[in-house]
């Protein structure tokens, strides 16, 4: 197995071959370099063997225009830790950038920075920017941009109490109009939080300036200081295409970001590629040794893309298109509806990356109790051709 990208997915991906026993090796050009980014997700939605390297948990909250309890709690990761756990497995790290990769009778030959490769399947897991399978999107991306700073959990407590983490508050508190953005507020260890003044998508990301503009508004409002020191920038794509056709059943499989496995509506990805990396690995391990590589292949990617995550894949989408057009002012109100939903349905619809009926089921329930300006947005959202799922250049 080669997996390219030393990410959160890649490394998952990885550890998870190595340890049935495939041959491993991941390639990156920074393979040492830390991970970043701030990873949060639903603490229920993580792999029990993750449980380690959760760094702080709060239970969750949003606020639309009023104030609403999840009903599960949100987990932030220690990236290090988590890192350290898959790094234990016996997988062997090189260092390079892989350049592309063509069928061959055994599997597949990868191009790398000084020199080649043969392996059975090559898993790109190199992030949202680009694959190396080269899927573009050919219209403008939608993207989530996102500015945050760390500050002390006792300043930022009227924003987020101790114990809580604020998934989303949409109270327009940074005084500007617009596309609406919201504040991400969650513990990161016991005694800091992340504040992020986040856009959810746009097409294209709203502007780093403008987030940090309303950030600082925001804190200043809440009267918490600007702390000095780094900032999170974040700009990722949510609606990359999946592969066509034409790559379907081939040797290289996406995963991770790459895939994508990122919520369209959420942008979430990570506690997704930490659970199906098992599966993933299993898939190969007894298909490898039933029907060699191309076999391997196909069932990576029927584990990644099965049936029924390309239909919720597909409704996803189509909800994106949705809050896209939404008129900036009624976005708030929009969660609103959202948020008061029953828990079953915004779980499933959060979570249940193959779960079709449930997914369905709380499309369905929102429509219901949505009011009418609101169902003409989501019908028209829906019939939008951009939410189709497959749109990469050969589409
Ligand atoms: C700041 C930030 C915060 C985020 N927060 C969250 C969050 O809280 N929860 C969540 O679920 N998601 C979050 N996301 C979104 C997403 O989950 C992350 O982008 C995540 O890092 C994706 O993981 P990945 O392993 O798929 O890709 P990446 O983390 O992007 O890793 C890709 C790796 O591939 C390597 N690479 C690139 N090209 C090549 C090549 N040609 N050959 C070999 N290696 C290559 C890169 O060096 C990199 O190490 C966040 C994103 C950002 C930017």
Redesign the pocket.
Known sequence: MLV?????????VAAACARLGLDTEL?????D?P???????WREELPADADAAVAATGRGEAIGTTRHLLGWEYA??DNAALRAGLAAAPVRVVK????GARPSSDGVVVD?DGGGRRAAVLL???????S?LGVTARRGVAE?T?V?VLVDTDAARDLVAPGSALFMDWRPHHGETGWPTFLYAVPVTSDRVLLEETSLAHRPGLGLSVLRRRLHARLAYHRIAVPPGEE?????PVDRPLPTRRDWYGPVVP?????P???PA????????LRLAPRVATAVHDALSRGGAAAAATAAWRTVWSPAALAVHTLRRRSLESLLRFPPELVPAFFDVFLALPQRHRWAYLTGREDVQGSAAAMGALFTAAPWWLRGRLVLGALDPRGSPALGDDS
């Open positions: 390219a990208g030393g990410g959160p997915a890649g490394w998952a390639v990156d050009p920074a393979p370099r991970w970043r980014a701030t990873y949060g997700a932030v990761l390079g950038r892989v350049r790398l790109d897991a190199t992030g949202a920017a680009r190396v989530q996102a945050g999170e920038r974040v700009r990722f995963f991770g970001a790459a895939s496995l990122v919520h959420t942008g979430y990805s990570v506690a997704t590629a």
